[in-house]
């Protein structure tokens, strides 16, 4: 009788016992692989992450389904890129908490879509809110009196391909986990000082990757407009792309492609960057048409790939896409 009245009283203390933090992760949903690589690298084991856009996957083409729609639901933290790139969610973070949508890329400078001149439109969620921009350049059907009018100087939502960016991102999640989880702020300092480390270390092997491609050399034909960021870090310029948009939903028209044609022959470009996750048709027809002087070159663009392929993390996605660019601009 009297180990029974002990076996109740400490059931009852635990049953009064308060359950520690540390005993339920925080159920974080990330808009893309990337974004989500940035965020388990930063919270470890006291995080469980999905990401609603699958690896190898277009995101402007991307359409959520409704499993993706109860991860939002239950998620304590929605972690997104911002300045458009999530178009693709249309209406559906409408109806979340406000507390809940962290846009991890704030206070990075802006580059201008398709600005020659690579300026910098400000610093975004301090002088600069372009979340609706995309919106601007998804009019694909232009004929050829009109064809001039795209949104140029809008925003250039893809920040992650620059390294240094993505320290930016790094620290607002770390941030972001702290807040919401104080009791391990240490930690996802901690995790986040490591990784940016890796990111320092990853932009001075890039540079060094990078050296070698002489000046002359260092132009880009991309399929659509996402290497800029690249680019500006780099040293590179974009010449053209076979798509003037920053989303792959856009069509040039014939004028646009004719003329992408006879810069490509008048430059010598060697090669036309598409992604993975698209198929590159119009790209390999103006490769044909330059009298396949051109190759098609594949690089990483918004998606990570699958598990066990070459870029299934941000770093060696970084790694994949720059010496996949070495060696498609200095091939003999």
Not at 65 to 91: T, V, W
Request: aromatic share 8%.
């Amino acid at each position: 009788m009297r180990y029974n009245i002990i076996i109740v009283s400490l059931l009852f203390l635990l049953a009064l016992t308060p359950t520690q933090a540390q005993d339920k992760s925080i159920e974080v949903v990330a808009s893309t692989t990337i974004i989500a690589d940035i965020a388990q690298n930063v919270g470890g084991d006291f995080i469980n992450i999905t990401a609603l856009v699958p690896p190898d996957t277009d995101v402007h083409a991307f359409e959520p389904i409704p499993s993706d729609l109860r991860s939002i639901e239950s998620a304590d933290l929605i972690l997104i890129n911002g300045a458009g790139l999530e178009a693709f969610l249309g209406g559906i973070l409408s109806d979340v908490p406000a507390e809940k949508i962290i846009t991890v890329s704030n206070g990075i400078n802006v580059l201008a879509f398709n600005d020659p001149d690579k300026e910098y439109l400000g610093v975004l969620g301090q002088d600069v809110t372009c979340d609706d921009n995309l919106e601007l350049y998804e009019d694909t059907q232009q004929d050829d009196e009109n064809e001039d009018e795209h949104a140029h100087g809008s925003c250039d939502p893809h920040f992650w391909l620059d390294p240094m960016n993505v320290i930016q991102m790094t620290q607002n999640i770390a941030d972001t986990f702290a807040n919401f989880d104080p009791e391990h702020a240490d930690t996802y300092q901690s995790n986040a000082d490591a990784y940016i480390k890796q990111l320092k270390d990853l932009d001075g092997e890039i540079r060094d990757l990078l050296s070698s491609i002489p000046p002359e050399k260092r132009m880009i034909v991309t399929n659509h407009e996402f290497l800029a960021y690249f680019a500006h870090a780099y040293n590179f310029e974009i010449v053209a792309n076979v798509i003037p948009s920053v989303s792959t939903l856009a069509e040039p028209s014939p004028r646009e492609l004719a003329a992408l044609i006879s810069t490509i022959e008048e430059k010598q470009i060697p090669a036309i960057f598409v992604e993975v996750s698209e198929t590159g048709r119009l790209a390999q027809v103006v490769a044909d048409e330059t009298g396949n002087t051109v190759k098609i070159a594949e690089l990483y663009s918004a998606s990570l790939s699958k598990q066990n392929e070459p870029a299934s993390t941000y770093l060696d996605y970084m790694r994949f896409n720059a010496e996949t660019i070495l060696n498609a601009l200095t091939a003999t």
